[in-house]
């Protein structure tokens, strides 16, 4: 079965460009994240969606940072403009409502750099 | 609020026992969770407690679970070098994982 697939993986910008990153996850799961991973830290919240509807998005910048889950399947989100902080991972992440412990798998991320 | 802590560096030798210490604040958690984080790469799930439990033991990991205390510590028998990684913990708060800072295991021959 394959896992969480994450594109790019690498993405460099300028400053005040935008970017989108892309998420399949796992087939079947209903429930995707997307988590924001700084350098050294862990990962943060952005955005939650149960199928195509976005029940938590308290911590999505919203005036620059923007998601959709067209089909309740794939997911992009997209910052216009970026700004320097912006450079970090973006985690996508998927979940079952058939497991009972409520674990999260992952992609490998979308490491931006914004220069 | 919710804040999970981890120390952020523990270095051990290879065949020693690592330990990895977190404290989180919701009580209400229902599980409590251990990643584990190799260098560009995904979290992957190691392990898992139910809060009803004190103790899980996963062939070379154990958990402990201390809920008064609301600590919650990682084992890791017979380290081996590719067990170097950062490890997060993690609490089931209302509907999302909230996850620590890290702690970076290096494991030295």
């Known amino acids: 079965e394959a896992g969480v697939v994450q594109s790019p993986r690498y993405k460099i910008i300028e400053k005040k460009q935008p970017v989108a990153f892309w998420c399949n996850p796992i087939s079947g799961h209903n429930t995707l994240y997307w988590y924001l991973q700084n350098l050294g830290q862990g990962p943060e919240l952005l955005i939650r969606?149960?199928?195509?509807?976005?029940?938590?998005d308290s911590q999505l910048p919203k005036d620059r940072f923007s998601a959709e889950r067209l089909k309740g399947v794939d997911s992009t989100l997209k910052i216009q403009p970026a700004e320097l902080g912006d450079s970090a991972v973006y985690l996508c992440?998927?979940?079952?409502?058939?497991?009972?412990?409520?674990?999260?798998?992952f992609g490998e991320g979308s490491r931006l750099t914004v220069l | 609020g919710e804040d999970v802590e981890q120390s952020l560096f523990l270095s051990v030798r290879e065949g020693d026992s690592s330990v990895i210490n977190c404290t989180y604040t919701?009580?209400?958690?229902?599980?409590l969770y251990w990643y584990k984080q190799e260098p560009g790469a995904g979290l992957q799930l190691l392990t898992y407690i139910f809060s009803n439990m004190d103790m899980k033991q996963d062939q070379r990991l154990t958990v402990l679970l201390n809920k008064k205390d609301k600590h919650l510590s990682l084992r890791i028998a017979d380290t081996q070098t590719g067990d170097s990684a950062i490890y997060f913990c993690a609490e089931k708060g209302f509907q999302k994982l909230v996850f620590g800072t890290g702690t970076r295991l290096l494991v030295s021959p």
């Open positions: 992440a998927s979940s079952s409502p058939k497991g009972n412990t409520g674990e999260l798998f």
């Open positions: 919701d009580s209400s958690s229902t599980y």
């Open positions: 969606y149960e199928n195509e509807e976005a029940v938590d």
